[in-house]
């Protein structure tokens, strides 16, 4: 069962400019993440939203949530190309420690 | 630092072999988990467990068992393996996380599986 969708799948911009990834789920949540992965690797945590949160930064990264429209935002200022990966969100729902994984999005940084 | 580590990056096995994926971690963490990542699918939940012995089915168990007799180990089996089953497999871990639901993953390199 898929419970986040990232849009879009694939993005690509040039260095300096900033990039935003939209991920939107089905079913109440405890908590919203964001994971990355460079090509190969395993995933690496960026960053947590808790549903009575509604944005949250952290260097470079602003991560907003909405829980009405069940959707969040990862946005990258000032990309640079070493953020080329794929950028995924993971959702917790209450009384469990499993996370549901999307689809992701690919990120290419052009220098 | 904290620590994920799967045994093997690379294996290629042949349909019907069996196949043990191994996991550990050095952080004292409960849960340990397995997952899949097929393109276009994302990542998959096989098979979690949150203590010694004991596992809870994922959403895509089939034609695949665990086992954890150890905290900080945790084993993905393929008992016969099959060629649907070429796939990249990824393990992580985490401590009991915040208000009941789950938190930060820790995952390791990942083992990238082909059955020929």
């Known amino acids: 069962s898929q419970q986040g969708e990232e849009d879009p799948q694939a993005l690509s911009i040039q260095e300096g400019e900033n990039a935003t990834m939209n991920c939107s789920y089905k079913t109440s949540i405890n908590n919203l993440q964001w994971y990355r992965q460079n090509s190969g690797r395993g995933l690496v945590h960026l960053i947590l939203?808790?549903?009575?949160?509604r944005e949250k930064h952290s260097g470079r990264l602003r991560v907003t949530l909405d829980t009405s429209k069940k959707s969040s935002s990862l946005l990258i200022t000032a990309s640079r190309a070493a953020d080329t990966a794929s950028y995924f969100c993971?959702?917790?729902?209450?009384?469990?420690?499993?996370?549901?994984f999307g689809t992701g999005t690919r990120l290419q940084v052009f220098p | 630092d904290v620590k994920v580590t799967q045994s093997s990056r690379y294996l290629v096995k042949r349909t019907g072999e069996k196949v043990f994926l191994e996991c550990v971690q050095d952080m004292d963490h409960e849960n340990m988990f397995w997952y899949r990542q097929d393109p276009g699918l994302g990542l998959r939940l096989i098979y979690f467990?949150?203590?010694?012995?004991?596992?809870e089915k994922g959403d895509i168990p089939e034609g695949y068992s665990v086992s954890r007799e150890k905290k900080e180990r945790f084993s993905l089996i393929l008992e016969s393996a099959s060629t649907n089953q070429t796939s990249m497999y990824l393990c992580?871990?985490?401590?009991?996380?915040?208000?009941?639901?789950?938190?930060?993953?820790?995952f390791g390199e990942g083992s990238r599986l082909t059955v020929l």
């Open positions: 939203i808790r549903s009575n949160e």
């Open positions: 993971a959702t917790a729902t209450y009384n469990t420690d499993k996370l549901i």
């Open positions: 992580a871990s985490t401590p009991p996380g915040p208000s009941g639901g789950a938190g930060e993953l820790f």
């Open positions: 467990s949150y203590d010694v012995k004991m596992k």
